[in-house]
Every structure is written in C-alpha cells, then in structure tokens.
C-alpha cells in the first residue's frame, strides 16, 4: 500500500503545504503569510497537550487538558477567521480573549491579543488603530523583558513603516504614543 504525506511547514512568517504520493516528487502549495497569536507559555501549554497529554488522556490534568481544548477552539476560531478575511468575527474572538486575560489580571497573555488585534487593524488598513495595539502588546513584552515575543509587533510595526512610509509613520506614531518616534523604535523596525 502506498503512503501518503501531508506536511505543513513553518518559517518565519508563513506556511506551506505540500503532498507527496508515495516515493513521488512532492508538490508544493504557494507559501502563505501566517500569524500566530501565541506567546511561549501558550506554545508551552500545546505542546504538553498535543505530545503528552494526548498520549494518555485519562487521569493526568484533566482541568488542565479541558482549559487548554477551550482555548485551542477560541483560537482556532480566531485564526481561520482572520485568515478568511472575517474580520468582524476574527476582531470579537480576539476582544472576548483579550476580556478574559484582563479580567484575570493576565497582562502578559493579553498582549498577544492586542497583537492579533493589530493584525486584523492593519488588514483593514485602520493603520492607527493598529499601531495603537502593536505598541501596546510591544510595552507589554518590553515590561515582562520578553524579547521574543516583542518582535512580533516590531514586525507589525515594521510592516506599518512600510506601508505607510517614513513620515506618515512618525505622524500616526506621535498621535498614537503622544510622543516622537524614538531613534531606538527607528532602528529596531
């Protein structure tokens, strides 16, 4: 019997497909941008879900495994409505977990969402307003020393550099902060 192999790669910023039948070529989907709206501690957290947990679902964590499968359809949902251009829907499951973390004093976690919300901001083209989540989830890592994560709103920033260019750039960044861009901002986007 022959097998089949579906893989999913990952770099950087996009996706890609590809099938292979048997010991034929794969064939390859054109890469596509992708976002994720998760920190280290939700990767952490799937991780345990998808290689431990799921290996023996009985008995270990169950509260655990449930608040993780709630989370896993929340985001889920998130994500294919952003990728599907509903922006509307993709906007109101980001804002409900973003309520969520910030009723739960959970800064940290709620700074992903306000990148994700400035990722469905910047799709739309309400470039302030996207700028005014990325900067907030980039202060959010910058507080917490998470590097990591703050380049991900360094990219969407980055990204706002280039679609606006330089000097509408400082313009929005100054109503957006109430201050001048700042020549370490500059270098880092």
């Given at each position: 019997m022959a097998r089949n192999y579906l893989r999913i790669t990952h770099q950087?910023?996009?996706?890609?497909?590809?099938?292979?039948?048997?010991?034929?070529?794969?064939?390859?989907?054109?890469?596509?941008?992708?976002?994720?709206?998760?920190?280290?501690d939700a990767l952490d957290e799937l991780r345990w879900y998808l290689e431990d947990f799921l290996k023996f679902p009985y008995g270990i964590e169950p509260d655990k495994a449930k608040k993780t499968e709630d989370?896993?359809?929340?985001?889920?949902?998130?994500?294919?409505?952003?990728?599907?251009?509903?922006?509307?829907?993709?906007?109101?499951?980001?804002r409900q977990a973003l309520q969520i973390y910030e009723a739960a004093g959970d800064t940290y976690h709620a700074a992903g969402d306000y990148h994700q919300l400035g990722r469905v901001?910047?799709?739309?083209?309400?470039?302030?307003?996207?700028?005014?989540?990325f900067v907030q989830a980039l202060g959010t890592y910058i507080r917490f020393e998470d590097?990591?994560?703050?380049?991900?709103?360094?990219?969407?920033?980055?990204?706002l550099h280039q679609e606006l260019g330089e000097a509408a750039f400082e313009s929005t960044w100054e109503q957006v902060t109430g201050e001048p861009l700042s020549d370490e901002i500059r270098e880092l986007i």
């Open positions: 950087d910023s996009s996706v890609r497909l590809s099938w292979q039948r048997a010991q034929t070529q794969p064939r390859f989907a054109d890469p596509i941008s992708f976002h994720h709206p998760f920190d280290r989370r896993l359809q929340q985001w889920g949902m998130g994500i294919v409505a952003e990728e599907q251009r509903r922006f509307e829907e993709a906007e109101a499951l980001y901001a910047q799709l739309q083209r309400r470039f302030e307003e996207a700028m005014s989540y590097g990591y994560m703050a380049e991900y709103p360094l990219r969407g920033l980055a990204e």
